[in-house]
């Protein structure tokens, strides 16, 4: 091996450990708000362990391949689900479109409230129009206010088409592997959205 190669190798080792070592970190950071979000549903906004299932790995459908996506918390009152939230390490706006597709994908008709959450905040998205409408822990609804919402609030199932293009969207996050840092910048676009879609 030449000088020349002999550098190089050492750079793209040292290039490798530092992107190893930012994926450790982003996976620790998400860990972290798992650990906040299952405190704050459990002894701060009144849900059971009933209500609540962590890690819930679900099945997504296109065309005739068959696909895993999953939720970090899937939250229900009166046996019905109502919530859907995903952790990240930051960079909590590249996620907002991920949560939303969730929730549209993992049930017909979908839930209606997405939430997405770092160690530090979160943000509360209404799942038919794909906005926030509330930032921080407290946010996020209680048991009590999720039972309203989910009571009162109706919403339509998807048609095939804005189906299919939700499960698209979720699976294109999903083939991200590594963390974001805090921080940092992620996400995908697909593509220009329609005009009718722009709001969602």
Excluded at 14 to 30: M, S
Excluded at 40 to 45: C, E, H, N, W
Excluded at 166 to 193: H, M, N, W
């Amino acid at each position: 091996m030449t000088a020349v190669e002999d550098q190089n190798s050492h750079r793209e080792a040292k290039i490798r450990d530092i992107l190893e070592q930012e994926v450790r970190d982003g996976e620790d950071l998400a860990n972290d708000a798992r650990r906040m979000i299952g405190y704050l549903l459990r002894d701060k906004k009144g849900y059971g362990p009933e209500d609540v299932r962590k890690g819930q790995a679900f099945e997504v459908t296109l065309g005739r391949e068959t696909f895993w996506s999953s939720a970090d918390f899937i939250v229900s009152v009166n046996g019905r689900m109502g919530m859907i939230i995903k952790c990240a390490a930051g960079s909590l706006d590249s996620r907002e479109r991920q949560a939303v597709a969730a929730a549209r994908v993992i049930a017909s008709p979908p839930l209606p409230i997405a939430v997405v959450a770092d160690p530090v905040t979160a943000e509360v998205l209404d799942v038919a129009s794909g906005k926030v409408i509330g930032e921080g822990f407290g946010a996020i609804p209680t048991r009590e206010q999720l039972a309203v919402i989910v009571k009162e609030k109706v919403t339509q199932p998807l048609d095939a088409k804005r189906l299919e293009k939700e499960i698209r969207i979720l699976l294109a996050f999903d083939a991200i592997k590594c963390c974001v840092p805090q921080g940092g910048s992620g996400g995908v676009q697909i593509g220009p959205e329609p005009a009718e879609d722009k709001k969602s």
